[in-house]
């Protein structure tokens, strides 16, 4: 029998899986010890009201004969994709057209899923540390890999690559580190991708996150990306749909190669939608109601967010990100490496983090925390850290 042999090259298991694994012995050693979870970045805020109406009205839809749906497009039904062009783009004054947009059911799977279109023998590039998915679907297609070390050295600023390379992924704000890149620092980017023949994909998961005037919202303010860029989005920790699914990825029509019209072909394919109901509830999102209570529940997690940056300074932690994003860099006291210190936490604090290791080699020696626990979890989880550092 012939397998793809490339998946023999991939990390046993997915970072998640081992730390769920870490935590669920834990939990069986001590049944009564109450776990705290900073760790993946799952949201725990319910959905705001004007999604739950979008959904109870969608579902009723969907119950009668009049108004049922069965497929819909594939690139996703034009309410959506026009409420996303005039809401996240329009109002920024970049232009984007309705065509350039196709709803997806989350961005992992388009993050996972663009690299298709890719030549085998592109080179690949990413940030180190890096969200896992942009290394391994690359390593499973078996294209050569380019990491760019993001550390306090550099401010977390990657440099830009001393060889070729094809495609460079980037995610800002960044998933795992916190950090952002200001409009400037963008534009040597999108200058070098159109100067070197390169491709962008860029993640703006976190996008809603920001707070800092100088940093972009989309990767299309600058100029000259819609010549290089793809940009892909995420309602997940928007607007809590980590279990709805949605999101949306732009290809532009204007790339010098045919992406928009090889990504329509490929999604046509593989592909049949994104569900009517989930799709109401990401439009309920453009509504004032929906702009307003989405906006709160961030401000919820970045309450969250300032605490930590806060508290843990003042315990004698260093820390980065945090301001633009819900996530939290944490340098291992002491030399500590990643890992011990996630089980000294674990063992003697009852708080899950995420070991930076996991994220890339550059992600020794810091730990990721999330901004995406309840308030009362999240001061809790500080006290007995601080309890530990006295
Ligand atoms: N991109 C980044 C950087 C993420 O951190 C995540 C989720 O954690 C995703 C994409 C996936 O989001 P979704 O839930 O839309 O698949």
Known sequence: MKINENYTELSSNYLFADIAKKVQAFKAENPKAEVISLGIGDVTQPLCPAVVEALHKAADEMGQGATFRGYGPERGYDFLRNAIV???????????DADEVFVSDG??????????????DSVVAVTDPVYPVYVDSNVMSGRRIVKLPCTSENGFVPELPQEHVDVIY???????????????QLRQWVDYALLNDALIFYDAAYEAFIQSEDVPHSIYEIEGARQCAV????FSKTAGFTGVRCGYTIVPKTLP??????????????????????????????????????????DYYMQNASLMREKLTEMGFTVYGGTDAPYLWVKTPNGMGSWDFFDWMLHSAHVVCTPGAGFGPS????????????????????ERIKTLKD
């Open 86 to 96: 005039e809401n996240d783009y329009r109002t920024r004054g970049i232009d984007i």
């Open 107 to 120: 961005a992992k799977s388009d993050t996972g899923n663009f690299q298709e279109l890719l030549a085998a």
């Open 170 to 184: 980037l995610c800002y704000p960044n998933n795992p580190t916190g950090t952002t890149l200001t409009k400037e």
């Open 231 to 234: 940009e892909f989005h995420s």
């Open 257 to 298: 190669v045919p992406l928009n019209q090889f990504w329509s072909r490929r999604q046509c394919t593989k592909f049949n939608g994104t569900s009517y109901i989930s799709q109401r509830a990401a439009e309920a999102i453009y509504t004032p109601e929906g702009k307003q209570q989405i906006r709160a529940t961030i």
């Open 363 to 382: 992600g020794e020696g810091y730990v990721r925390l999330t901004a995406f626990g309840t308030h009362e979890n999240t001061e809790k989880a500080l």
